[in-house]
């Protein structure tokens, strides 16, 4: 309804609230197109549906051109969780300080997405790396807007015959079985040393190296640097691979 989105609001006069109303990023809503407020209303309600979102900017088929364009535009950037957060999520997941993991490690996070943070580390074996840390309490965040999620479909498969044909239930199966894997920080390190295997004789191909002993499910300790041009032709086979 803040964002003028709700059918059953259409029909009432409501500009008056409206025009008191801005998006979280202070931008005055009546006069944004309808893709601008669906994206906007995505990261209002914060990962899942940004997720989401994103994932709807590859299907033109369901929403449309305009709408995948504007959906494309999600901002991943999050705030990022304050160095004692970041501390005490890494030294549960090892049960040891972080001190006896890592010789350096960089407080300020060189980005921070919707599931995750990274930061530059150096091992005590002196090799430099970059520690993703996923966000304190996000799993908690995700579970109860995947349920309303599925809730959602539920109804519109139920009640919008016109829904029917794109299978919502399906789509958000799929959707919460890939979003459930990203939380799994194990997947992605297992991902990377599989195709670093599988192009471990093409030296035009780079993927980082995973250190498993420093990597669980919430924490992912990957090898710093690599030419761009290798990351640019491992990022073109990732999207070719199996999904």
Aim: aromatic share 6%; charged share 25%; hydrophobic share 40%.
């Amino acid at each position: 309804a803040k964002y003028g989105l709700a059918d059953w609001v259409k029909s009432l006069n409501y500009s008056w609230i409206q025009d008191r109303i801005q998006s979280v990023d202070g931008q005055h809503i009546p006069n944004l197109k309808t893709e601008e407020r669906a994206r906007l209303a995505c990261i209002e309600l914060g990962t899942t549906f940004i997720k989401l979102g994103q994932v709807l900017s590859t299907r033109p088929d369901l929403v449309g051109p305009e709408m995948a364009r504007e959906l494309a535009h999600l901002q991943t950037a999050a705030p990022a969780d304050p160095p004692d957060t970041v501390r005490a999520t890494i030294e549960a997941e090892f049960g040891q300080p972080l001190s006896n993991l890592f010789a350096e490690f960089a407080e300020a996070p060189l980005a921070s997405a919707s599931i995750a943070q990274v930061h530059l580390a150096r091992l005590h074996s002196g090799e430099q790396v970059v520690v993703k840390v996923q966000h304190a309490g996000i799993a908690d965040k995700i579970m109860p807007d995947l349920d309303i999620l599925a809730g959602l479909a539920e109804l519109a498969e139920k009640h919008a015959p016109q829904m029917r044909l794109y299978q919502p239930v399906a789509v958000v199966r799929q959707f919460r079985r890939t979003l459930l894997r990203e939380l799994d920080f194990t997947t992605e390190r297992r991902n990377l040393e599989e195709f670093a295997e599988h192009f471990a004789q093409d030296a035009t191909v780079h993927f980082p190296r995973a250190y498993a002993p420093f990597s669980t499910r919430r924490v992912l300790t990957m090898e710093a640097g690599g030419h761009p041009r290798h990351r640019r032709r491992s990022a073109r086979h990732l999207r070719r691979g199996p999904q």
